[in-house]
């Protein structure tokens, strides 16, 4: 055979950067172990789902990498892309987002209701705008830095508003919007400190189809356009196994699957975990493939 006819290798596979690393997570309250002894990547430019029935320790993990809760054991690093590393368990709550670039969003809304839409995203950026004003004596006394800073938030706040479609609504107090555009804006809002990692909590509960498949395409172009990493917790199956590129699978706490929505579609622990199978049953490969969630978050 000649050495032309002979089969050349490939191109290397991209190597996926570690954005969030996750090791051996462990939370107790008193004598209840939340969440026992976790460990998983989510890359960098990737969209990581953290799925699990009633119970499963979801919203701790996002508690503990958010600086609401201080883990009781584990190791949780964030490695930015431009800013470096960060051991995020020694973090003051306030600083995760404001240095690390952490942001998130909740399960139940948390907008200022009575401010206007703009409004909501601008004091988004208070961190930026107070180290902008020199904690504001700049600001008082209307010095070009600050002028400047304030011109920038105001145009980053209108960019979201337009990728939301919520322009139109500018002015109108937050409350006033119906629940899919509280939703988009919770997004617009967690978006505009320019996080390197967004936490969703259940972004898409309380939408019909149509608004969760708007809700797909926005999270989509932001990994893509952004090339940021996203980590979601979400009970619509349609929303994770159409989105994510990784899955982590978690029950009473404790890690059971962690790989592609693919192998978690078919993987039996998966299964038995969401509808109580039996170790020695058979499943049907109909009933792996479509996993019914339908059980409250914890």
């Not at 708007?214 to 929303?239: A, K, S």
């Not at 693919?262 to 993987?267: G, H, L, Q, V």
């Not at 792996?288 to 059980?295: F, N, S, T």
Request: net charge negative.
């Amino acid at each position: 055979m000649s050495p032309s006819s002979q089969m050349q290798p490939g191109p290397e596979p991209a190597v996926k950067k570690s954005l969030l690393v996750v090791e051996h997570l462990t939370m107790r309250f008193g004598g209840l172990i939340a969440i026992n002894d976790i460990s998983f990547v989510a890359a960098d430019r990737e969209i990581t789902a953290i799925i699990g029935p009633n119970g499963a320790g979801k919203t701790t993990v996002f508690n503990c990498l958010t600086g609401f809760y201080e883990p009781t054991i584990g190791r949780l690093t964030l490695n930015h892309p431009q800013r470096g590393r960060f051991m995020l368990e020694r973090m003051e709550g306030h600083l995760i987002p404001a240095q690390a670039g952490v942001a998130r969003t909740f399960q139940n809304i948390r907008l200022f209701g009575a401010m206007s839409v703009l409004e909501n995203l601008i004091v988004a950026q208070h961190n930026t705008l107070m180290r902008a004003s020199g904690f504001s004596f700049a600001g008082l006394i209307g010095l070009p830095r600050y002028s400047r800073a304030e011109a920038r938030a105001v145009e980053r706040a209108r960019y979201w508003l337009d990728r939301v479609n919520l322009t139109a609504r500018a002015d109108d107090p937050a409350a006033s919007l119906p629940y899919g555009d509280q939703r988009r804006l919770e997004i617009a809002r967690a978006m505009c400190i320019e996080p390197a990692l967004l936490c969703l909590d259940e972004p898409a509960a309380g939408l019909n189809p149509r608004e969760s498949a708007d809700l797909n395409r926005l999270l989509l172009d932001i990994r893509n356009e952004h090339g940021i990493g996203l980590l979601l917790i979400e009970h619509d199956m349609t929303v994770v196994m159409g989105i994510s590129d990784h899955i982590v699978v978690l029950d009473y706490g404790r890690l059971i699957a962690d790989g592609t929505p693919e192998e978690i579609r078919s993987n039996p622990a998966v299964v038995r975990a969401y509808l109580g199978e039996e170790e020695d049953e058979d499943l049907p490969e109909e009933v792996a493939h479509d996993i019914d969630v339908k059980r409250e978050d914890d």
